[in-house]
């Protein structure tokens, strides 16, 4: 799998969110190998869009199309700056790697010297299923420098704060500390999403 994660500060967002349901109805039929996306706005106005492809390929033949550079073109015209886009094929799914019927998505953007490390923390599903039911399941995309997006998906935002105050064993606290030293946290209240 291969992800795309799009960044940008955006206060036209009932106008990005429509083209965003546009590229959905009128340009995912042709873009082979896309696997679906999800999406949303911070409280500081930040679009976050995390895309999947299944390869690096599928995702720059998409980019290819004459249509998605129009439509791009439309996109970055209602942002209110730049944009800022983190290719990874790196990628790491956990528990059922996330789902549509989250009520709440937590972003995590950080940056780490031992990706293997992150991957292996991950890697115990059994023990983060028992600590926190709540969620639903995640992404980990890395890129090549160690920087990492997580994207974790919540049943409701509530239990994901309840769960939060829960004090992990030891060895977890350690491995959560040494990960998130560097993390920025992007919550998704009313997070929308899209599959092929």
């Not at 999947?52 to 439309?74: C, I």
Request: hydrophobic share 35%; aromatic share 10%; glycine share 8%.
């Amino acid at each position: 799998m291969f992800i795309q994660v799009i960044q940008g500060s955006c206060t036209r967002q009932d106008e990005v969110h429509a083209l965003l349901d546009e590229w959905r109805s009128d340009l995912s039929p042709g873009a082979t190998g896309w696997l679906g996306g999800t999406y949303g706005f911070t409280d500081d106005g930040q679009l976050l869009a995390v895309v999947r492809f299944e390869s690096r390929e599928a995702a720059m033949r998409n980019s290819d199309r004459p249509e998605q550079g129009a439509w791009a073109k439309r996109f970055t015209d209602l942002m209110d700056g730049p944009l800022e886009f983190h290719d990874c094929d790196d990628v790491t799914l956990y528990l059922d790697g996330g789902s549509d019927d989250a009520g709440f998505v937590q972003i995590i953007r950080g940056r780490v010297d031992d990706p293997t490390r992150l991957k292996a923390m991950l890697a115990d599903t059994t023990t983060l299923h028992e600590m926190r039911p709540e969620i639903l399941g995640g992404t980990l995309a890395i890129e090549p420098d160690g920087s990492f997006t997580e994207t974790i998906a919540f049943t409701t935002e509530a239990a994901a704060r309840e769960g939060e105050k829960l004090e992990p064993p030891a060895d977890v606290q350690a491995e959560l500390q040494y990960a998130m030293q560097s993390a920025q946290f992007y919550d998704l209240h009313h997070p929308w999403f899209e599959t092929a």
